[in-house]
Nanobody, 115 residues
Framework: QVQLVESGGGVVRPGGSLRLSCAASGSIFSIYARGWYRQAPGKQRELVAAIISGGSTNYVDSVKGRFTISRDNAKNKVYLQMNSLKPEDTAVYYC?????????WGQGTQVTVSS
């Protein structure tokens, strides 16, 4: 089992920045992918950014050049640096870890971009 706890959400004005953190505990030795997803009201949950065990990253087109995913293996954390935030980035952001048997989710953290 893997437990994930997100933090760092909040309310920010358009153009602002936030850094989300996801702290992992439990059986993380077999984790091969870490990702951030988001779900806006009335919309499906979507992948925002992911980083796999080799270090490769991928992003949804709408956040390329603005968001950066990174990890700190020593601290068992993954981060999402979000810059130049837009109102359409407003959503609940979830951390997800995957091994070859299951996917694990955090409880989510709210990000609201509003003037």
């Amino acid at each position: 089992q893997v437990q994930l706890v997100e933090s760092g959400g909040g309310v920010v004005r358009p153009g602002g920045s936030l850094r989300l953190s996801c702290a992992a505990s439990g059986s993380i030795f077999s984790i091969y992918a870490r990702g951030w997803y988001r779900q806006a009201p009335g919309k499906q949950r979507e992948l925002v950014a992911a980083i796999i065990s080799g270090g490769s990253t991928n992003y949804v087109d709408s956040v390329k050049g603005r968001f950066t995913i990174s990890r700190d293996n020593a601290k068992n954390k993954v981060y999402l640096q979000m810059n130049s935030l837009k109102p359409e980035d407003t959503a609940v952001y979830y951390c997800r870890y995957s091994d070859y048997e299951a996917a694990y989710w955090g409880q989510g953290t709210q990000v609201t971009v509003s003037s």
